[in-house]
T-cell receptor, first 110, second 111 residues
Framework: KNEVEQSPQNLTAQEGEFITINCSYSVGISALHWLQQHPGGGIVSLFMLSSGKKKHGRLIATINIQEKHSSLHITASHPRDSAVYICAMNYGGSQGNLIFGKGTKLSVKP | DAGITQSPRHKVTETGTPVTLRCHQTENHRYMYWYRQDPGHGLRLIHYSYGVKDTDKGEVSDGYSVSRSKTEDFLLTLESATSSQTSVYFC??????????FGPGTRLTVL
């Protein structure tokens, strides 16, 4: 069965801390996505990557294809980073073959 | 932000009634998707479209049908709503091998 596992499920951090969220998947993929879902419910795409590393502001996403593992890092965390972070894998070469993890709920305390 | 809207944003209906949700985009993106999001589950793909009149089933397509008669609109229909279809429904759009942009979601309650 194609699966995406995220850890931890819940994460509480103090403002300024470095945060890592992990994602493991079970099959070869064509791309891996990181999404952010705000407390109000809106979903924003953060990264799409198939190899290496991408950086946008304080967010960094890495992927290790051999180990079937990706990480999302947040540097100098801030309360506004509080959200659910979702990992999703695109497999099989079809746009429709997208399996999502259940998300990691991050709370950053001031 | 990508121009993508969903209507209605909230709906309460009774078991057995038909329901249609609409997704509208102004970005001319080729791909459109319908997902549902439920507690304890990740987002799950219901159906997606890869062009006008071209659609395919997703992971949880039973009980749902879709139509795409023009590039900008993707309709999701529940022919006879059931309580198990109470959920939050998200539409998304993308170009090929690009990130998806999500709509604001529709909260559907089936009593």
């Amino acid at each position: 069965k194609n699966e995406v596992e995220q850890s931890p499920q819940n994460l509480t951090a103090q403002e300024g801390e470095f945060i890592t969220i992990n994602c493991s998947y079970s099959v070869g993929i064509s791309a891996l996505h990181w999404l952010q879902q705000h407390p109000g419910g809106g979903i924003v795409s953060l990264f799409m990557l198939s190899s290496g590393k991408k950086k946008h502001g304080r967010l960094i996403a890495t992927i290790n294809i051999q180990e079937k593992h990706s990480s999302l890092h947040i540097t100098a965390s801030h309360p506004r980073d509080s959200a659910v972070y979702i990992c999703a894998m695109n497999y099989g070469g079809s746009q429709g073959n997208l399996i999502f993890g259940k998300g990691t709920k991050l709370s950053v305390k001031p | 932000d990508a121009g993508i809207t969903q209507s209605p944003r909230h709906k309460v209906t009774e078991t057995g009634t038909p329901v249609t949700l609409r997704c509208h985009q102004t970005e001319n993106h080729r791909y459109m998707y319908w997902y549902r999001q439920d507690p304890g589950h990740g987002l799950r793909l219901i159906h997606y479209s890869y062009g006008v009149k071209d659609t395919d089933k997703g992971e949880v397509s039973d009980g749902y049908s879709v139509s795409r008669s023009k590039t900008e609109d993707f309709l999701l229909t529940l022919e006879s709503a059931t309580s198990s279809q109470t959920s939050v429904y998200f539409c998304a759009i993308s170009e090929s091998n690009q990130s998806q942009f999500f709509g604001p979601g529709t909260r559907l309650t089936v009593l």
